[in-house]
């Protein structure tokens, strides 16, 4: 099957697919002016969908995607600059949760829009792992304590600077601090060969986190959480991940206990203009 096909019906010729195309893929057949693949468009194609979405006519398809399957984006529904700035700078980073569990179905809205952020080559190489349950994950921030134990052992200079000590006299005192009670802890993982996996699982958490309030809810890295994931065989094996995966970030989800009024102000950016 043709990487895409063209409705010649429909297709004004504009040439705003080959324009836009990201991998110079597509160009422009000189004699009959329509879109035409390139010879090597099915070796260096990364799967964006720019083509289809850019097309006014909606006449271009791919193999895997065609325009009726893609939602028109709709004007109505654009911010404000003055909206988006208070968006974003009203994020906070939630450690104090209500006791009270998140919905199945807000937990796969979180997932999905996190899957629209953009990766490398367009590879879309997230794994999720979903834990909802408090009690387990009670367990598990114990195993994290017990690699924060073990690491101080072996460099108590280290410890002190990542907070150790600190962490696990909390935890000692029934104070949890790796999880924070969250309700709910999201892990991406993923081939721990992918070269762009922080990059990627960075922007999708970020995506995910920043939705995360439009359903009410809050959100928190798990930096210790994940680092544990990665540096200690039990926590590993007790979260089931296979052996060619790696964690590339956790995220505690659960409904914010607080509500903030203010928007606290941040460092001024050091900008060097050349």
Wanted: hydrophobic residues 40%; proline residues 8%; neutral net charge.
């Amino acid at each position: 099957m043709s990487l895409f096909t063209v409705d010649l019906d429909k297709c004004n010729q504009d040439g705003l697919c080959a324009a836009e195309c990201p991998a110079r893929i597509i160009q422009m057949d000189p004699a009959e002016g329509w879109p035409i693949p390139t010879p090597e468009a099915e070796k260096y194609c990364i799967a964006c969908g720019h083509c289809v979405a850019v097309c006014p006519a909606e006449a271009l398809s791919l193999s895997w995607l065609k325009p009726e399957d893609c939602p028109p984006v709709r004007p109505e529904l654009a911010v404000s600059a003055e909206q988006a700035e208070q968006f974003l700078h009203s994020r906070r980073s939630i450690r104090t949760f209500q006791d009270r569990p998140v919905e199945r179905d807000k937990i796969t809205k979180l997932i999905d829009i996190a899957c629209g952020a953009p990766s490398a080559k367009n590879s879309q190489f997230w794994h999720w792992l979903i834990i909802d349950d408090p009690a387990r994950i009670h367990r598990l921030a114990g195993l994290v304590v017990d690699w924060m134990r073990a690491e101080t052992e072996r460099n108590q200079e280290r410890a002190k600077e990542m907070g150790f000590p600190r962490v696990m006299a909390s935890w000692e005192a029934g104070d949890e601090r790796i999880c924070r009670g969250a309700p709910l802890l999201i892990l991406v993982h993923g081939d721990k060969t992918w070269s762009y996996g922080a990059e990627d699982a960075a922007l999708a958490l970020g995506y995910l986190e920043l939705f995360a309030p439009v359903l009410g809810l809050g959100a928190c890295w798990g930096g210790y959480f994940y680092s544990a994931t990665n540096s200690y065989p039990p926590l590993k094996d007790a979260l089931g991940l296979p052996e060619e995966h790696r964690a590339f970030g956790a995220m505690m989800i659960g409904y914010p206990k607080f509500k903030y009024r203010r928007l606290p102000r941040r460092k001024q950016p050091r900008v060097t203009w050349r």
